[in-house]
């Protein structure tokens, strides 16, 4: 089915692990985004990519790493998971350069840090 | 730089209740602009939009104006369900740069029967 995936819907981890939050899109979208929502937070961009191979930092990138080598694919890694990252992720894309088109969301992956 | 502001809430109303849900926007040029629902567990969905001023979006009985005078983009509907209960979100989309979009903190409504 057309749309965008995020996989796994939740995840528990323990601190210092690495792991790995994926997102895939079937409409090759040139954007991709990754955001994090906490309570008093709202949404908060982590990352995002204009293509394949060209990414950059968002707002709160620290602890995390993204790769982007097919225009469908945007995984997210916390290389040394803290409980600060416990949070709601949700991957987005968008087509570039249209004003009328705004992002489309994953529904999302609850990562819990223990 | 863009910034969004959204009343805060959350806000309660009764079934059939009247809603208007505040939203100004500072950014330069011309934006388009959007509201965005989150029902409970699930990501963000595109509610309606609009990309020029006086433009009116609408969708499933919500209404939005484009007021580029008031820099408003106020979200309304004329009779809530319970069904409606969800985290509503305005953002806007400026020209030039990457395709960002600012939002802002979101909007609980909670509709009792």
């Known amino acids: 089915d057309a749309g965008i995936t995020q996989s796994p819907r939740y995840k528990i981890t323990e601190t210092g692990r690495q792991v790995t939050l994926m997102c895939h899109q079937t409409?090759?979208?040139?954007?991709m985004f990754w955001y994090r929502q906490d309570l008093g937070h709202g949404l908060r961009l982590i990352y995002y990519?204009?293509?394949?191979?060209?990414?950059d930092k968002g707002e709160v990138p620290d602890g995390y790493v993204v790769s982007r080598s097919k225009t469908e694919n945007f995984p997210l890694t916390l290389e040394s998971a803290t409980r600060s990252q416990t949070s709601v992720y949700f991957c987005?894309?968008?087509?570039?350069?249209?004003?009328?088109?705004?992002?489309?969301f994953g529904s999302g992956t609850r990562l819990t840090v223990v | 730089g863009d910034s969004v502001t959204q009343m805060e809430g959350p806000v309660t109303l009764s079934e059939e209740a009247f809603l208007t849900i505040n939203c100004t926007y500072t950014?330069?040029?011309?934006?388009?602009l959007f509201w965005y629902v989150q029902y409970p567990g699930e990501g963000l969905q595109l509610l309606l939009k609009?990309?020029?001023?006086?433009d009116k979006g609408s969708n499933k009985g919500f209404e939005a104006t484009y007021r580029k005078e008031t820099t408003s983009f106020h979200l309304e509907k004329g009779s809530v369900q319970v069904s409606d209960s969800a985290v509503y979100f305005c953002?806007?989309?400026?020209?030039?740069?990457?395709?960002?979009?600012?939002f802002g903190t979101g909007t609980k409504l909670q509709v009792i029967p």
């Open positions: 987005a894309s968008s087509e570039a350069g249209r004003r009328d088109y705004g992002y489309t």
């Open positions: 950014a330069t040029g011309y934006p388009s």
């Open positions: 990519s204009a293509a394949a191979d060209i990414t």
């Open positions: 409409w090759s979208h040139s954007y």
């Open positions: 953002a806007l989309l400026n020209s030039g740069g990457y395709q960002k979009v600012t």
């Open positions: 609009a990309t020029k001023a006086d």
